[in-house]
């Protein structure tokens, strides 16, 4: 008897937290999720944008977890640039929202280039690495150029 008690209530919880996950997130909430994201991927491709720049020294291991990472944030945030949130007070400029499709293929374009980082960094060339990283920089600045409210 007493199995069958904690059987229903693992049940009971795990469907109050489905039931949770699968609620419409509040505005206020996608915008601090986007935004962590971001934070994240600022805080995983900044060690990579210094050694391609020559500031830090080249560690492949650094480069390949990295670039892990942010294979799979890249696509993370783009979900969260829902019109419900675009009263909300955020850097993101009105463009995200007037020019979506822009603003897409901005975000692909991030995509494709973390992808290709991905697999360079598994090639073990320090060169290429290096010129891959310089065009991921690329687009995460296109985006910001035209997208997110001047810092
Ligand atoms: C397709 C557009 C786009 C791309 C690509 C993009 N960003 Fe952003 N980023 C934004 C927008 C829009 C904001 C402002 C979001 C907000 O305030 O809700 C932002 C905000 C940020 C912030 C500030 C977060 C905060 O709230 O403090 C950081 C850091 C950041 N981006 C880093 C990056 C990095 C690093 C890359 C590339 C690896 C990147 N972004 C690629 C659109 C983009």
Known sequence: M????????????????AGAALAQAKPEQLVRQRQAVMILQGKYFGPLAGMAQGKAPYNADIVRRNAAFLDNLSRMPWDAFDPATKDVKSNALPAVFEQQDKFKEAASRLENELHKLYEVSRSGDENAVKTQIGAVG?????????????Q
């Open 2 to 17: 007493r199995k069958s008690g904690v059987t229903v209530v693992v049940a009971l919880s795990l469907g109050a937290v």
């Open 138 to 150: 690329k687009a995460c600045g296109a985006c910001h150029e035209n997208f997110r409210q001047k």
